[in-house]
């Protein structure tokens, strides 16, 4: 069974920084990659981040490029996303997904697949941000 388990949210004054972790299992990050979106109240889920299985391709949104960093620990089967000078706009539930197919995953979090929903889901974790 597939499951990936979201950690790391909470509430950070803006400027602040956060890790979130994904945590894997059912399938291995040499094979998968692995994408990270938010949806934030009242507006449309954003893909954010993305890294390939190989580690060799990572991608991430206009509005936190320079600002977030994705990585991996394959032998921890974990992937992270550090949020560093975090903004109100920024708020939202964080989600990391994953594809059967993982040529898929950072193709739906860039929006360029014509199928955007991934195959699998974690519960999500809340990231708040005060000004």
């Known amino acids: 069974e597939v499951q990936l388990v979201e950690s790391g949210g909470g509430l950070v004054q803006a400027g602040g920084s956060l890790r979130l972790s994904c945590a894997v299992s059912g399938f291995s990050l040499d094979t998968h990659a692995i994408g990270w979106f938010r949806q934030a109240p009242g507006k449309e889920r954003e893909g954010v981040s993305c890294i390939s299985s190989s580690h060799s391709t990572t991608y991430y949104a206009d509005s936190v490029k320079g600002r977030f960093t994705i990585s991996s620990d394959n032998a921890k089967n974990t992937v992270y996303l550090q949020m560093n000078s975090l903004k109100p706009e920024d708020a939202a539930v964080y989600y990391c997904?994953?594809?059967?197919?993982?040529?898929?995953?950072?193709?739906?979090?860039?929006?360029?697949?014509?199928?955007?929903?991934?195959?699998?889901w974690g519960q999500g974790t809340q990231v708040i941000v005060s000004s």
């Open positions: 997904a994953a594809d059967s197919d993982p040529l898929e995953t950072c193709l739906k979090v860039a929006g360029l697949f014509e199928k955007s929903e991934s195959d699998y």
